[in-house]
């Protein structure tokens, strides 16, 4: 390549691209320099400058996340000099924060931590005040501790530029700045998400989900009440990060028999509900089309999505499909449907929920999710908190003789698999709806087109003669960016998903925290779930919803048809616009951002 | 009509303060009561430096400047001065010699007469209300001839040549980075004027705008039409309401005169000119942290490069210049780079506009040519140190600048000179210090400032300068220890060299620069737990000498009861029970209790 250039590193010629960063340079000659704040996917911060360098002829040290390489410059990464003023910045980050490592949720999986290991921080110098905060426990799914905050500003940037959500920002100056809410206001009447990216990025336990474990395990052991699990889609793709294993294992056998080890009566699979799911909303989506309902029409299985369309997109309430998640669906047939099938009361019935996700805990407490009374699902665990409650209970899970799910509600087809990934749901649901709509069987089922980690994907189909254009959209930057085209263009798509995290579930705020050699969110761990998923779609038989032979005993048995009076009792719900605190209806693009 | 007289009242802020509107109803009743009004001219102007004379006023012809003014001087000025043509001596402010390239009118007073008028050229003269007074004094001269002489790249090339450098504080070649600006290629670019003046003390940009607000106009029409901008924003801090009320005026008056909008003095050049608020945060001076409060978001600097040049406010090219620098635009303009270079020393071009404050004679607002001596402004402009006290040091550039000893004070002002002495030029913050400091508690008080506006961004400001502050706050209660001294310096070169923006990258100027100039009276804090000026109350002690007669005033206006003794016998102080008030100090007549 001609626009390579020329560099010294520690005293070495390096040939380098010269359109980069020092801190991308390195890291392509093999130095690995300390870095904080720093994101791949988010925009530079320079904020915590543990990446600091020394350049020749520069007075000050220079932050390498930001600071461009330029032909002939000499970088020094390692001299005593950068190593002692490294080494101090981030005892400073130590001296104002808890260090209650040994019963921090963090421990063992923190940066900081890590940092402060590697910069040989062994004794101190600088010990003063800390800062202290109340921990805002109102969320239902994400728990704030500004304590164990380092100000690296990753949260705000992800909830602002991945998430377009902006329910965070820096507040105060100097050593009393604090990332908070809009005017400090409960966490739970902000306008979060609830998609717990937050949680991901988060280098320290400032952001944590809502734990529910303890409770879990105490009901375990109550043999009054049957325990049901069910497990979603992209947990299985991604749990085994949490044991050390390589991104993109399938550990779904594993998992089933170890939440029956936990003390689990049944566990159910996620998947089968998503087969449920694309029967209902494939059905929805042909009887708007057929009948001059709303359209585009948009996917629900989102919660952090349903919870941002309330609050920022009310005006498109119409738009969006009626369908619970597959998680509400499931629950509602545990309580139901199962419950009749074996004879039990579904108030004995102890429903939880295994999920990549934080905002399902939101979604599990909304009211109108309930079944005859009943919260559809009880409790809602995290990817991370299943694969703690494994480590806690002492079960070897790598080594775990898989088993399978309890029927009925196990059987899944490949559309079911594949609603962890993004675009995966419009996949499924175009596989149902073609047969639905055109009596044939669509054979060309892996649509290239909306698949991949592209912000926005479009696609189109043509069912008998009919041109069908779809819109794939995950995170919620994206989610604002595809409704305000449909504001302008109404008629320029049909149908629309949309996943509140980015790579839809299986990035979702509820997966394992990144390893000591990875970074949060990691494209290639992303990339790794995703074909976990699509793999396990091309080896099944079944890999349209319809053809689900337990789904179809399940219409025959219980429900009739899609869209039927009991489905529509069961299967769907309603929105209603919310406004939380820091919304201003007057002008909604400057809530919104970009 | 002809008047026979012009008076010009200063309406600057600290004028005002003291009263100065007052005097001015006075003096209109008093011509009133005279049948002078038509006889006699009043102009109001801006501050004209001298504030700690205030109210002051300038009687021409005859340049008589009258200062600290009571109601009933004005009554005395009507009728000894304008009715009888006798200056009143006692009331003027006399000195020998005035040098002012521009404008002779000043008078003789010594305050001027080591100053140099560039960016303040009209400030006190005329009335910053008028543009007709501007304009009377060749304003918008500059404009015009670059708008019919010269191309957008011969002012550049102008302003390069002249060898101007940022006045904002880092003194950045303003020519290189107009050139930079006005290079870059985009369908938008901005012109953004820097009057966030945020030092404690500083009030330079304030009171320019106050005084000549057309000048920072002019010079930022200018840079509009050099590097091809159509908009320029003037972010100014809303604490400053008279001189935000007099830029909008100005603005209005410019509309009005064809020199802002739409096809300025009938050319095909259009600028206009908005006026942005900042809500006082120091950090908004910084160039990034000020284009992100515009932009309305948390004004916290971000890392450069980019620059402003390339990706400034909305991300479009920004020439962002300091008030002073714009100030200075027009006379470049005018006059010429030529003439401009001969100002100043090799590398520092020009004048400098300071705010002299703290303990010297005349405090206020001076600007000298760069090369000025800090002897000289102390001592020939600043009139020395009052009451007979010793100099201990020269504070420059505002809170984030170094504390500079005796053996500096033959310093010449300017970038280069002031950085090797280990201090900077700043913005033009000047404070002296005389031998009742305690240089600890001098370096305590700016980093205290520096580390509550430290934004929170970055970590070495964000905790160093708190850190930093908690040792200094031990070693003034007496609490230091043995390494305090160390660690000081070693988290001070530390946050110098690491931090993101300019803020945090002198936030330890003070400190670092009083330890190396006056280690010893931290030695002393630490290890002999004394304060030499007593200063830190902690590390006072007071006790009775053999003078005492027993009198027992102490005793009782001892707070504490800590002092015990029988009459006509001497007392003693309990050391345990002493809060260190002083108030036995300043009671007893018999000069029987020392200050340790």
Same mark, same amino acid.
Do not use: M, W
């Given at each position: 390549m001609d626009d390579k250039i020329s560099i010294k590193i520690n005293g070495k010629k390096y040939k380098v691209a010269g359109d980069q960063t020092i801190m991308h340079a390195a890291d392509a000659c093999g130095y690995h320099i300390p870095r904080l704040c720093?994101?791949?996917?988010?925009?530079?911060?320079?904020?915590?400058?543990?990446c600091i360098v020394q350049v020749e002829g520069v007075k000050n040290y220079v932050a390498s996340c930001c600071y461009p390489v330029a032909d002939g410059m000499k970088i020094h990464t390692n001299t005593a000099e950068i190593r002692r003023a490294r080494r101090d910045i981030v005892e400073l980050l130590l001296d104002n924060h808890p260090e209650d490592c040994h019963t921090c949720?963090?421990?063992?999986?923190c940066e900081l931590q890590r940092l402060a290991y590697a910069m040989g921080i062994r004794h101190r110098h600088f010990e003063g005040v800390k800062k202290h905060y109340e921990k805002d426990l109102s969320s239902p799914s994400v728990i704030r501790d500004p304590n164990k905050c380092i100000l690296c500003g990753r949260c705000v940037r992800i909830c602002s530029e991945i998430q377009g959500i902006n329910a965070l920002g820096q507040a105060f100056r100097g050593f009393e700045t604090i990332v908070m809410p809009a005017y400090n206001k409960p966490f739970a009447e902000?306008?979060?998400? =609830?998609?717990g990216q937050c949680i991901n990025v988060c280098p320290t336990a400032a952001f944590t989900e809502k734990n529910y474990t303890q409770e879990l395990f105490e009901k375990l052991n109550d043999t009054d009440i049957i325990k049901i699990a069910q497990v979603a889609p992209s947990v299985r793709a991604a749990i085994g990060e949490a044991f050390e294993l390589p991104p993109g294992r399938n550990m779904q056998g594993e998992l089933a028999a170890s939440l029956r080890k936990l003390g689990f009566n049944y566990v159910f699979d996620t998947q089968f509900s998503a087969d449920l799911t694309i029967m209902e909303e494939a059905s929805e989506f042909l009887e708007r089309l057929q009948s001059g309902g709303k359209l585009p029409m948009i996917t629900s299985c989102s919660s952090a999505w349903m919870k941002c369309m309330e609050q920022f997109h009310p005006d498109l309430i119409e738009n969006v499909s009626t369908c619970k998640s597959p998680m509400s669906m499931g629950g509602a047939m545990i309580k139901t449907y199962f419950a009749d099938k074996i004879g039990i009361d579904p108030k004995k019935i102890l429903s939880v929920a295994v999920m990549c996700c934080t905002a399902k805990k939101y979604e599990a407490a909304r009211?109108?999710?309930?079944v005859n009374g009943m919260a559809a699902t009880d409790i809602v665990i995290t990817t991370r908190e299943a694969a703690w409650m494994i480590k806690s209970a002492g079960l070897d899970f790598v080594n775990m003789k898989p088993e399978e799910f309890d029927a009925p509600l196990a059987l899944s087809s490949g559309a079911g698999t594949i609603f962890g990934v993004t675009g995966g749901v419009m996949e499924a649901a175009i596989r149902t709806a073609y047969e639905l709509f055109t009596?044939?069987?669509?054979?060309?089922?892996?649509?290239?087109?909306?698949?991949?980690?592209?912000?926005l994907k479009e696609g189109k189909l043509t069912m008998d003669g009919k041109e069908i254009r779809v819109a794939v959209a995950h995170g919620l930057g994206n989610a604002h960016k595809v409704l305000d085209t449909v504001r302008k263009e109404p008629d320029r798509y049909h149908f629309i998903e949309i996943m509140g995290c980015p790579g839809g579930c299986i990035g979702g705020g509820g997966q394992p925290y990144a390893g000591s050699n990875s970074v949060p969110l990691d494209k290639k761990a992303l990339a790794a779930r995703a074909q976990a998923l699509y793999t396990s779609d091309r080896q099944k038989t079944i890999r349209r919803s319809h053809e689900n032979p337990e789904i179809q005993r399940l219409y025959r048995e219980f429900l009739g048809r899609p869209l039927s009076e009991k489905a529509h009792e069961l299967l769907h719900t309603h929105y209603a616009p919310k406004k939380p605190?820091?919304?201003? =209806?007057?002008?909604?693009k400057a809530v919104i951002g970009k | 009509m002809a008047y026979e007289y012009a008076i010009t009242i200063c309406d600057g802020t600290g004028c005002i303060q003291k009263g100065v509107r007052n005097l001015r109803q006075a003096l209109d009743d008093e011509l009133a009561k005279h049948q002078l009004t038509d006889k006699v001219k009043i102009n109001l102007s801006g501050c004209l430096g001298m504030c700690d004379k205030g109210p002051v006023i300038v009687v021409n012809p005859g340049y008589t400047i009258y200062g600290n003014l009571v109601k009933d001087d004005i009554t005395e000025i009507v009728t000894e001065h304008l009715i009888k043509g006798n200056p009143i001596a006692r009331l003027a402010i006399q000195e020998d010699f005035m040098y002012n390239r521009f404008f002779r009118v000043f008078g003789d007073a010594k305050f001027f007469g080591k100053q140099m008028r560039i960016a303040l050229r009209n400030c006190g003269i005329i009335d910053p209300d008028s543009i007709d007074d501007y304009l009377a004094l060749r304003g918008y001269e500059a404009l015009a001839k670059v708008l019919t002489d010269m191309t957008p790249a011969d002012v550049v090339e102008e302003v390069k040549k002249s060898g101007l450098r940022g006045r904002g504080g880092a003194g950045f070649p303003t020519g290189l980075k107009w050139d930079f600006t006005a290079k870059q290629q985009a369908n938008e670019k901005f012109v953004i004027c820097n009057a966030d003046e945020g030092d404690p003390g500083a009030f330079m940009d304030r009171s320019a705008i106050e005084g000549d607000p057309h000048t920072v106009l002019e010079g930022m029409i200018i840079g509009g039409y050099a590097i091809g901008a159509k908009k320029g924003m003037i972010y100014i801090r809303a604490e400053y309401p008279l001189a935000i009320k007099r830029l909008e005026k100005a603005i209005k008056q410019a509309r009005a005169n064809g020199l802002l909008g739409n096809n300025i003095l009938e050319t095909d050049f259009n600028f206009d000119i908005e006026i942005r608020l900042g809500a006082g945060a120091f950090v908004c001076g910084e160039e990034t942290a000020l284009i992100r409060s515009i932009e309305g978001r948390r004004g916290m600097p971000r890392p450069r490069p980019p620059y402003p040049s390339v990706s400034g406010l909305f991300g479009k090219p920004t020439l962002i210049n300091n008030v002073e620098t714009w100030a200075n635009i027009p006379v470049v303009i005018m006059d010429g780079a030529e003439w401009f270079k001969t100002i100043g020393t090799e590398k520092s071009k020009g004048t400098k506009v300071f705010a002299l404050a703290g303990k010297v004679v005349n405090t206020g607002l001076i600007e000298v040519p760069m090369g000025t001596t800090l002897r000289q402004i102390v001592y020939d402009i600043g009139g020395g140190i009052p009451n007979g006290k010793q100099f201990k040091a020269v504070q420059t550039g505002g809170p984030s600048g170094g504390c500079l000893p005796a053996d500096y004070l033959d310093t010449p002002v300017d970038y280069e000179s002031l950085a090797k002495a280990g201090s900077i030029m700043g913005s033009g913050g000047m404070i002296v210090i005389d031998e009742d400091s305690c240089m600890v508690d001098i370096a305590k008080f700016f980093l205290e400032f520096t580390q509550n506006e430290s934004c929170g961004k970055c970590t070495p400001c964000r905790e160093g300068t708190r850190r930093m502050f908690e040792i200094l706050t031990r070693i003034t209660e007496g609490k230091g220890k043995a390494g305090d001294i160390e660690n000081l310096q070693r988290l001070g070169n530390m946050i110098i060299k690491s931090s993101l923006c300019g803020l945090g990258q002198s936030a330890p100027n003070p400190v670092l620069s009083t330890i190396k100039n006056f280690r010893e009276e931290y030695e002393e804090h630490i290890h002999n737990k004394k304060c030499r000026a007593g200063v830190c109350a902690n590390l006072i002690s007071y006790t009775i000498t053999d003078k005492c007669i027993g009198c027992g005033a102490c005793k009782r206006v001892c707070p504490t009861n800590a002092i015990t003794g029988s009459a006509k016998n001497k007392h003693t102080i309990n050391q345990d029970k002493c809060v260190k008030c002083g108030m036995c100090f300043e009671t007893c007549k018999f000069d029987a209790i020392t200050k340790l």
């Open positions: 720093y994101h791949p996917e988010l925009s530079i911060e320079g904020a915590c400058r543990v949720e963090r421990d063992g999986n902000s306008v979060c998400s =609830t998609c009211p109108e999710l309930q009596g044939e069987t669509l054979l060309d089922i892996e649509i290239e087109s909306i698949r991949g980690f592209e912000g605190v820091g919304i201003t =209806t007057k002008n909604k | -």
